[in-house]
């Protein structure tokens, strides 16, 4: 059937100008997320979403936190993931396969899982600079090459007059990525790559800005870190990861504020009807002052980064801020962050396939759906 799917989407992309991407498989420490787009002549539509959250575990690594709050959390740790696999969380899947089109993935680890890093290093020529970016990776991780497996891509920001030239550069030990995909295809999934967040960010973000002229700030808040990168004409300029701005950081704070558990702090921030945006008379109840702090935090990030990039990066100087990921579902998330760091803010989101109804918190897939875009660029 796998062999057969490329043709089929060929015949139903010339008569009826649209095809289906590959699943998009976001891998983080409380959920795994899904999503599938396809393209209708120049229009993205989100075609297939699914979630599953990892087993609950009485393990405390999530915040760093001795508070049992979060035992019947669903929570992965990175080292868990990589000793132990996705095997447990994946047997589900094997009942979905009908959901997406296909089998063919491409996957991506949250919360640094895989590396993403910027190097600057001397002009050379374009044949060995690729081979100097493993060597200093591998000298950095303290592990021999063969180990690694490791891509990299020309950044912007490369200086001939200085001599320097910039690099955008993804890694995993080899060991863990040929786990995950194997667990993928016990599951159904057969994985094409495995890509950085910040690279499925920059996919994600290019979806929906069609100016390759303007520069985005691209948020991921997701449950154990935010990421922040500076997205211009569909490339990843640069990216940095703010682990006190992961959800669970504000989950724990509200947990322990009323006595409640992760899961029902995440009703609270998730279902209230509150407006957490900031009064005019001052007033906030004791949920909107821990909810305003986390934005309040989260616009300091987004402003010290473009601070930076006015700094270093004048050209790509964000003109707007683009949210994602399951923070970017908080309730007036956009309004709040917009008021507070002066530039037009937008949630992520795109057309819904007619089978997809009701309320669905689009920008949750975000990552995958970025992801799913790969096969037109892989193809």
């Not at 396809?38 to 229009?43: S, T």
């Not at 409640?260 to 906030?284: E, H, I, Y």
């Not at 990066?313 to 003109?319: D, I, K, L, Q, V």
């Amino acid at each position: 059937m796998a062999t057969l799917l490329p043709t089929l989407n060929q015949i139903r992309q010339r008569l009826f100008g649209q095809s289906f991407g590959w699943t998009g498989v976001e891998v983080g420490c409380h959920t795994i997320n899904m999503a599938q787009v396809r393209r209708i002549e120049d229009r993205w539509v989100l075609a297939a979403v699914w979630s599953i959250k990892h087993p609950k575990t009485n393990s405390n690594d999530a915040a760093n936190t001795s508070s049992s709050r979060n035992e019947n959390f669903g929570w992965l740790s990175k080292e868990a993931i990589f000793e132990h696999g996705l095997a447990p969380t994946l047997k589900s899947l094997e009942k979905l396969n009908s959901l997406f089109q296909g089998h063919y993935c491409a996957a991506t680890l949250t919360d640094s899982m895989i590396d993403y890093r910027e190097l600057d290093l001397p002009l050379i020529e374009p044949t060995e600079s690729k081979a100097m970016v493993r060597s200093e990776i591998a000298l950095d991780l303290e592990c021999e090459l063969e180990e690694l497996s490791i891509d990299s891509w020309d950044l912007p920001q490369t200086n001939p007059r200085a001599g320097t030239a910039c690099f955008g550069a993804v890694s995993i030990k080899r060991a863990a990525a040929l786990m995950i995909a194997s667990d993928l295809l016990r599951a159904g999934f057969e994985c094409q790559t495995l890509d950085a967040i910040p690279c499925a960010m920059a996919r994600s973000t290019a979806m929906i800005v069609s100016d390759e002229s303007t520069s985005t700030l691209a948020i991921d808040i997701g449950y154990g870190q935010a990421t922040i990168t500076l997205v211009k004409a569909g490339i990843p300029v640069l990216s940095r990861g703010v682990r006190s701005l992961g959800l669970v950081t504000l989950l724990d704070q509200i947990a322990t504020s009323f006595d409640l558990s992760w899961a029902d702090a995440q009703t609270l921030v998730f279902q209230s009807p509150n407006d957490f945006k900031a009064k005019p008379n001052g007033f906030a109840s004791p949920l909107q002052q821990q909810v305003i702090a986390f934005l309040h935090a989260i616009a300091n990030e987004i402003n010290k980064t473009a601070q930076y990039v006015s700094r270093s990066h004048r050209s790509a100087t964000p003109n707007q801020v683009l949210l994602m990921g399951a923070g970017g579902e908080i309730p007036f998330l956009n309004q709040a962050i917009e008021e507070r760091v002066g530039l037009p803010t937008q949630t992520w989101a795109i057309d819904l396939s007619e089978n997809l109804f009701g309320s669905q918190p689009i920008a949750t897939y975000a990552i995958a759906a970025g992801l799913s875009a790969l096969a037109w660029e892989l193809m």
